[in-house]
């Protein structure tokens, strides 16, 4: 039994890979992603079959669908090297510069607390100067995380820092979106 099956691993989604298309330019790439997609669903992957179905999705023109996976599963698969190989360092470049970008916008000094994931960091801040818009919230200490989760999203998660409860009032919660270097609040949580 592999222990991969509890990762629930956004596994083998392959975006906008179209393997008809591909079986009639090159049939036996798309029969591998498809054997390899099959392993992966199944939970039975090697690291270096997941790492090469994301070289042949990225060969096979679906850049998009081969960074998401390979990076929703890097630290997993210890895939830093290929992946550095294949999209360099545009999307830590842009987490970097989103999260000084939320420094300058809240003015808030953000301390980190731990290294979630590949992209997907913890901070805490003492809070910022009183607000009285929709950022009320960083007002106060807060701990916050910043994720590149979705395919083209950066978001940030923040909660009233208060370590002893595990449930939050609405006001205590938000859900940011970093939009065209600015950061909008998407929702807050719970509502």
Known sequence: MNDRMDHGIPAANIGE????????TDPEAAR?????VNLMNRG??????????????FDAGSARASEHLLRRNLSFYH???????LFG????????AAIEAFK???EVELILEAENDFLVLTFHTAGSPQRSDAFTLLSSPCTVQFGYIEQDTIQAHVLLYDPDRMVRKAD?????F???GVWEVVNPIGR
Do not use: N
């Open 172 to 176: 205590e919660c938000l859900l940011l």
């Open 17 to 24: 890979t179209d393997l008809v298309a591909l079986a009639e």
């Open 32 to 36: 591998e992603i498809a054997r390899l």
């Open 44 to 57: 039975e992957e090697s690291d270096d079959e997941c790492l090469r179905l994301c070289r042949l999705l």
């Open 89 to 96: 360092t545009a999307k830590q470049d842009e987490f970097d």
């Open 178 to 180: 970093f939009t065209a």
């Open 104 to 106: 300058s916008q809240f």
């Open 79 to 85: 895939g830093h090297v290929l992946y550095i190989e």
